[in-house]
């Protein structure tokens, strides 16, 4: 997707992935946005580097230009501000607090309370300090991290190590004190790598493993190398100041972000569209295999790469063949993908075999894995349609025939086809995406109504579905967890307020009720004197707060569901209250709306489901072991064999009792099908290689699924009970 220097787009980003993933998208003419357009110019490569203070200023300088210029609701910047970017940087650069020392954290201390005045005259100074430590600094702890591992580890010795961060925790006081904080974080994860080669064997082994001790830290071993590789390359300097613009943007407000000039993995969710070799990856220990290929693509089309094949290098954007054993997955994903028609360069083995280079061309990979899918559920004589939307994803194309919209509707129509009884829409874990998508998705369920209102420094806008013939007007039940933010909660407020739906999920959505919009940032050079544009990177900047129909925020508080099946999905989500930046809740007095004539009881409905819940003990008994186990997770670490063991032991107990209870016992799962248009025949259609299989696991996969099996049940109860 191309996108000109200072084109302005309105996006209600997603709720994950705050730290610099997020690029722009194209927005429709249907959906006025009342932004003003900007000039546009063609964006040309940087010649500057980030290495240079001077850039490093600029960006800062172009960035909060623009952030006091137009940012929805800014604050200001100011001492409380600098702390909580010095801190958070801080972190960013040793999140364990095992890389500085005391003395770095004092002699850094003098710029606690400046962050502001450096971001008010565009100045990097803290970044340019902080960095220049942090990398001596990185260097020393490789050393003695690579040193230790060198060595087998006491695992008799009875000792401990803190692994739940805290920021009150210190620093060590001095290079004796950060090698002993090391080695006992080495042992921690051997000990982890130790316990899971252990458990996975086929007669786990009660007392010591010598063996095992030393595949399990070597596999610690390499993953630190990768870690450290990162974090001394050349482009460290430039991924930390990445880094360092996502905290002084995201401490404005958590939405509003920064984008390097050369990330596209925002763009790439959005849109569904990647360029790469067609392959997907699977983990095995350390390495990254060739799980399959898909046809089609360049990798299957070329003869030469193989399933099972071993990735040992992959050439950067500087010719070097760079290892990928213990690499971050995303890492090597982001090397593999590029520009369309370029060329990428791996190194690959076959167990047993000698190791062989291939270069091939990056083309489009379609990613139907992510985009919407559909199935039927049969339950005493009723069908049921259930449709997954992962997020409100744009047309790469442009002409909106593939965006989340259309593929939704097209879903409605084949359910339809087989004369379905009520519909389940699965919005869990979607992080939202575009708001040109979630108004016309509305128009599937609901005659032309108000959607959404969106509020701006100086403007209060209303979307409205199109005036369409609602394509589906039975039962409908929306799902929701923790995950589900931004667009997701506009469906769900609308089909809530409306009276259309019923809500079931967590205590809460995410709580993301803010539109951002990027602007490109850049310098303009000279072509009479042969000086390129330079460019600075994305601003994602927060310019809007959204708002429901009934004039109350999803900011900060989120959606409440009608029926709550669990406080939350996971210990690890993260939702906008956890964010000290977050916009605060509030209220609109609003035009009146007319609700949709409900045909069910839902009060009655939602009394039976609170009912069922309260008298189901899988689900009583997963809030109670999450509970369990964030308290074990909070302990300090006992280090010696025996005792990890048991921790251990209890740790993986909960989380797999957690799993055990999330399934349906056997005898009791759903009739899950695969929703086929009945005027097709089934053997006319054409599937790739391992699409069948996908499917069947995923249909499987559906059939146990307890809050699938909840709402069904609520599907059922609305039937009984029509008005």
């Known amino acids: 997707m191309k996108v000109c220097q200072g084109t302005k787009i309105l996006l209600l980003f997603a709720a994950a992935a705050f730290t610099g993933s997020r690029a722009i998208a194209q927005s429709r003419p249907s959906i006025p946005i009342n932004i003003p357009a900007q000039p546009t110019r063609p964006v040309i490569p940087p010649i500057m580097e980030v290495s240079q203070p001077g850039y490093r200023g600029a960006a800062i300088a172009s960035a909060f230009r623009k952030i006091k210029r137009d940012h929805f609701d800014f604050k200001g910047v100011n001492d409380t501000y600098s702390q909580q970017v010095w801190e958070k940087f801080i972190h960013v650069l040793d999140p364990n607090n095992v890389i500085f020392l005391q003395e770095d954290i004092q002699q850094l201390g ?10 008010n005259s565009g100045a990097s100074t803290f970044f340019d300090a902080a960095y220049a430590i942090y990398s001596k600094r990185i260097r020393e702890t490789e050393t003695i991290c690579m040193r230790i591992l060198q060595q087998p580890f006491n695992m008799q010795q009875k000792e401990s190590v803190d692994v739940t961060w805290n ?3 210190p620093f060590p006081a001095n290079e004796q004190a950060r090698e002993d904080l090391w080695r006992r974080y080495l042992k921690y994860y051997t000990l982890r790598h130790y316990m899971e080669g252990d458990t996975s064997a086929a007669q786990p082994v009660k007392t010591f493993n010598k063996a095992l001790e030393a595949k399990a830290r070597e596999t610690v ?14 482009d460290a300097m430039k991924e930390k100041f990445a880094q ?3 905290v002084v943007v995201g401490e404005v407000d958590p939405h509003s972000s920064y984008t390097a000039p050369d990330d596209r993995s ?6 569904k569209r990647y360029y790469g070799l067609g392959i997907e990856l699977g983990a095995k220990e350390a390495d990254f295999i060739v799980k399959r290929m898909m046809p089609g693509g360049t990798a299957y089309k070329s003869g030469e790469v193989k399933e099972n094949d071993i990735v040992v290098a992959i050439m950067d954007n500087h010719g070097v063949m760079v290892p990928v054993n213990g690499m971050d997955a995303s890492h090597v994903t982001s090397m593999i993908r590029g520009d369309k028609g370029t060329s990428v360069t791996l190194t690959l083995q076959q167990p047993g075999e000698q190791a062989r280079t291939v270069t091939l061309k990056r083309d489009e990979v379609l990613d139907t894995e992510n985009r919407t899918r559909s199935a039927l559920i049969e339950k005493n004589g009723k069908k049921y349609g259930y449709i997954y939307l992962p997020s409100f994803y744009l047309d790469p194309t442009g002409t909106g025939l593939k965006g989340c919209a259309n593929d939704v ?19 869990r874990g979607n992080p939202g995406g575009a708001l040109h998508e979630v108004v016309r998705m509305c128009a599937g369920f609901v005659p032309s109504s108000p959607v959404s209102w969106l509020r701006s420094k100086d403007s209060l806008q209303q979307y409205t579905s199109p005036d369409i013939t609602p394509l589906y007007d039975g039962p409908l039940t929306v799902m929701v967890d923790e995950g589900s933010a931004s667009a ?6 609308a089909m809530q307020d409306l009276g259309r739906g019923i809500i ?12 951002q919009s990027g602007f490109p940032m850049g310098k303009l050079g000279d072509a009479a004197k042969n000086i390129p544009d330079t460019a600075y990177g994305t601003l994602n900047l927060t310019l809007q707060k959204f708002y429901r129909i009934s004039g109350t925020a999803t900011q900060l508080n989120g959606v409440t569901p009608d029926i709550i099946l669990q406080k939350r999905m996971s210990l690890e989500s993260i939702m906008e209250k956890d964010y000290s930046s977050a916009l605060p809740n509030d209220t609109l007095q609003l035009l009146p709306f007319e609700k949709v004539k409900s045909k069910y009881d839902f009060r009655k409905v939602i009394q039976l489901a609170n009912d069922r819940v309260k008298a189901t003990p899988a689900l009583m008994d997963i809030d109670n072991t999450m509970a369990q186990l964030k308290t074990l997770r909070n302990k300090t670490m006992l280090l010696n064999l025996e005792d990890f063991r048991k921790e251990y032991s209890a740790l993986s107990g909960c989380e797999k009792r957690i799993q055990q209870d999330r399934l349906l016992p056997a005898g009791h799962t759903l009739n899950v099908q695969p929703a086929l248009l009945r005027s097709i025949n089934p053997a006319t259609l054409k599937t790739t290689p391992g699409e069948e299989l996908r499917s069947k696991e995923w249909l499987e996969k559906l059939s146990k699924d307890i809050y699938l099996d909840q709402t069904v049940s609520v599907l059922e109860d609305m039937l009984a009970n029509q008005l």
């Open 409 to 427: 509707w097209t879903e409605i129509e084949k359910l339809k086809e087989n004369e379905i009884d009520g519909i389940i829409m699965d919005l």
């Open 221 to 234: 071993r390499k993953w630190y190398a990768e870690y450290f590789r990162q974090c001394t390359s050349k």
């Open 488 to 493: 997701s909660e506009i469906f769900a407020a």
């Open 266 to 271: 925002w763009t790439e969710m959005l849109t």
């Open 504 to 515: 079931i999920g967590t205590s809460s959505t995410f709580g993301k009720g803010t539109a």
């Open 110 to 119: 003098a710029y606690k309370n400046s962050v502001d005045d450096e971001i």
């Open 244 to 246: 360092y613009m996502s």
């Open 167 to 169: 920021k009150s925790w």
